[in-house]
């Protein structure tokens, strides 16, 4: 079993920044990707951002609408993954989930996503 648990959400201003994580546990033999997806009420769950780690580099890419604003990184130590968000938006409000997928120990894949954190841009 991996569990993620997110963290860092919340209420900001527009124009101003927020840094989400999303921490795993559990038998994790290697992690092939870390992402981070958004819902927003009444809309679908959308792609925000991806590193993947599955040479000794990693690749990073972006949805359209947050590629030069929001910056995705990782702490392999730590199986943990940031979403820095800059230059927020109303229109960035929702939920964001994080999804890892990998290997655990023993050889299953996994695919997993956390519990969600709700991101509100407003005055």
């Known amino acids: 079993q991996v569990q993620l648990v997110e963290s860092g959400g919340g209420l900001v201003q527009p124009g101003g920044s927020l840094r989400i994580s999303c921490a795993a546990s559990g038998n994790i033999l290697k992690i092939n990707a870390m992402n981070w997806y958004r819902q927003a009420p009444g809309k679908q769950r959308d792609f925000v951002a991806g590193?993947?780690?599955?040479?000794?580099?990693?690749?990073?890419n972006y949805g359209s609408s947050v590629k030069g604003r929001f910056t995705i990184s990782r702490d392999s130590a730590n199986n943990t993954v940031y979403l820095q968000m800059n230059s927020l938006k109303p229109e960035d409000t929702a939920v964001y989930y994080c999804?890892?997928?990998?290997?655990?120990?023993?050889?299953?894949?996994?695919?997993?996503w956390g519990q969600g954190s709700q991101v509100t841009v407003s005055t």
């Open positions: 590193i993947s780690s599955i040479s000794s580099s990693s690749s990073t």
């Open positions: 999804n890892l997928n990998g290997r655990i120990l023993g050889g299953p894949s996994f695919d997993s």
